[in-house]
């Protein structure tokens, strides 16, 4: 019948879908369906975080940390989600990461954690596995996952739509209630067929949107699809203008987006452009490498814009011996290394890269949205937590919080009834039989992907967001057409998803002519705090 029926659908499997799983999978009467469109289960943006998790180090407070939340947030984040995270964060990092999951962060000689410190933090505070960290934690709650015996988790498996009432509904007269959730239409790769998953709760759990432009540090399933479904769905969205970059992203065949961190600047690295000329002085005359990542960010692409560069360079050779090199970066050392670059000898080409999405479906303190019964934790979600711009290593935490918080109210409403497939129509194929041409998937994802990175990338202006939204709208509606007329597959969902995100994306930085934390504006308004 093509029918899922469930207590809670749970719809990705990073930190945040994770945990909101594993804490509905307590009471083992209710019934918790994860489903992951990637065909690995630990595969999302948290498998790739390298830094770490904040929590509170030795002589901290909740205090302090609140404080450098709101000073890296530029004045927009929303004070009571910092300070939920700062007390209810280092207690689930102890329980559920350390003791439940047995994640195994690193320690120091006498056995106690090793905190990191990182960039805009006024303590050492970041627990870390190497630079593996979010690989650690998700392959540990995913085995904790396997678990449990009333969570299934579904792989290969990509939703499509959530089912809201009174659009999908089969009573005409639900037209007077308020919007709510009943569960997602779900795309089965293996059998091609869209069935529907039906839920009392749904909590939307997809992660964010980097490859929604060109250069990103996010991996293949962060397309925006989670915040496109839920913006079709009639919920509120917020701060979808701040998108974070990170300054230098690996740029080599087969290696795109990999992470060279800031502390190889740190080190002595000096940018230069292909031809090797120094350039940061021109942009940062009194920190010049060193400057803050927003300016040299802006700085690179604008040397890349202004020169037609496809990346520039990072030389630490100069800088360094080789020994020294090989001893402070193992891990950029050897993948460079794999990818043919030594970089104890060459400079490293590398380009800002979208990072991280501070904005989208908006939710209270517990992950509810406008929507009933519609639930959104991590970083497809806005809590407010990150305001302008989000402070580093806190998002994996943000998504233990609010996965964690989402579960209790879900708990706390009781069994919440779930509609018979009488009430909701089985999914219409919306396309033909004909398979559709992935050169125009591939083609279609390019040019949303470049108009983005020109247009709505580090440096904005009405120019080029007005000419962004003509762009993508015009192809919204070319994919759309083409969403009608072939048949269904994840890349071609994706490509819906993505161009219904990047205009969210689009609109929101058109409209707020203010430069702030991570959005700039060329020709922003006075009083502008970029
Ligand atoms: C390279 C890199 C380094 C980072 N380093 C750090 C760090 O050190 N510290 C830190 O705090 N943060 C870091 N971040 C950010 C952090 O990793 C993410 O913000 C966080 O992991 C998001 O968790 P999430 O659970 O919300 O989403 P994700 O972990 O991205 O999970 C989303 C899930 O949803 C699935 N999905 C997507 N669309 C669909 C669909 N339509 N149907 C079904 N499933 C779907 C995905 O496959 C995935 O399983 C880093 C990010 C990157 C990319």
């Not at 517990?366 to 806190?394: D, F, I, K, P």
């Not at 909701?424 to 050169?439: C, H, I, K, L, Q």
């Not at 083609?443 to 990175?453: A, E, F, G, L, S």
């Amino acid at each position: 019948m093509n029918v899922v029926q469930c207590d809670a659908l749970v719809i990705g499997c990073g930190i945040a879908g994770a945990t909101a799983a594993l804490r509905l999978a307590q009471d083992r009467q209710r019934q918790v369906v994860v489903v992951n469109r990637a065909s690995e289960a630990e595969e999302s943006n948290t498998r790739y975080a390298q830094g770490g998790i904040v929590t509170l180090g030795e002589e901290d407070s909740a205090d302090l940390l609140v404080k450098d939340i709101l000073a890296a947030g530029a004045g927009l984040s929303h004070p009571p989600a910092a300070r939920l995270l700062a007390e209810e964060g280092p207690r689930l990092v102890q329980q559920l990461l350390i003791e439940t999951a047995g994640v195994p962060f690193d320690r120091e000689a006498d056995g106690r954690l090793a905190f990191g410190r990182e960039g805009a933090h006024s303590r050492p505070r970041i627990l870390h596995v190497g630079d593996a960290t979010g690989s650690a934690i998700i392959q540990a709650l995913v085995a904790l996952l396997r678990q449990q015996p009333n969570v299934r988790l579904v792989t290969g498996a990509t939703a499509v739509d959530l089912i809201t009432f009174p659009h999908h509904a089969r009573n005409p007269l639900s037209v007077y209630d308020p919007i709510s959730c009943h569960g997602a239409y779900v795309f089965e790769h293996d059998s091609r067929t869209v069935h529907r998953y039906l839920a009392g709760a749904t909590v939307l759990a997809s992660g964010g949107l980097g490859r929604i432009y060109r250069h990103t540090t996010n991996p293949e399933g962060a397309r925006g699809d989670g915040l496109a479904m839920a913006y079709r769905a009639g919920a509120r969205v917020i701060n979808a203008e701040y998108v974070q970059f990170h300054p230098t992203a690996l740029a080599v065949p087969g290696g795109e987006g990999f992470l060279i961190s800031e502390a190889v600047r740190g080190e002595g690295g000096r940018l230069l452009t292909p031809d090797g000329r120094p350039f940061m002085a021109r942009y940062a005359p009194q920190w010049g490498d060193l400057a803050p990542r927003d300016v040299v960010a802006r700085a690179i692409h604008q040397e890349m814009i202004e020169h037609d560069y496809p990346y520039v360079l990072l030389d630490i050779a100069s800088a360094l011996p080789a020994e020294r090199i090989r001893e402070r970066f193992p891990t950029i050392y050897a993948r460079c290394l794999a990818l043919g670059l030594d970089i104890t000898r060459q400079p490293i080409p590398v380009v800002p890269a979208a990072h991280y999405f501070c904005g989208g479906v908006w939710t209270d303190e517990w992950g509810r949205t406008t929507v009933e019964n519609l639930y959104a934790v991590g970083e497809v979600a806005c809590t407010g937590l990150h305001g302008a711009n989000r402070l580093a290593s806190t998002s994996l935490l943000e998504g233990l919080v609010w996965g964690d918080r989402a579960a209790r109210d879900i708990v706390a409403c009781g069994a919440l009834p779930v509609v018979s497939p009488d009430d909701v129509p089985p999914w219409e194929e919306p396309g033909g039989d004909e398979e559709s041409d992935p050169a125009l998937i591939w083609r279609d994802m390019r040019t949303i992907q470049y108009t983005m990175w020109h247009y709505v990338g580090l440096a904005r202006s009405a120019r080029r967001l007005t000419r962004a939204l003509h762009d993508l709208q015009h192809l919204k509606q070319e994919i759309e057409d083409f969403y009608r007329a072939t048949r269904l597959n994840d890349a071609l969902i994706g490509l819906r998803h993505a161009v219904q995100a990047a205009l969210i994306v689009a609109e929101a930085a058109r409209h707020n002519r203010v430069s702030r934390g991570c959005h700039y504006r060329d020709d922003a308004k006075e009083g502008s705090t970029p």
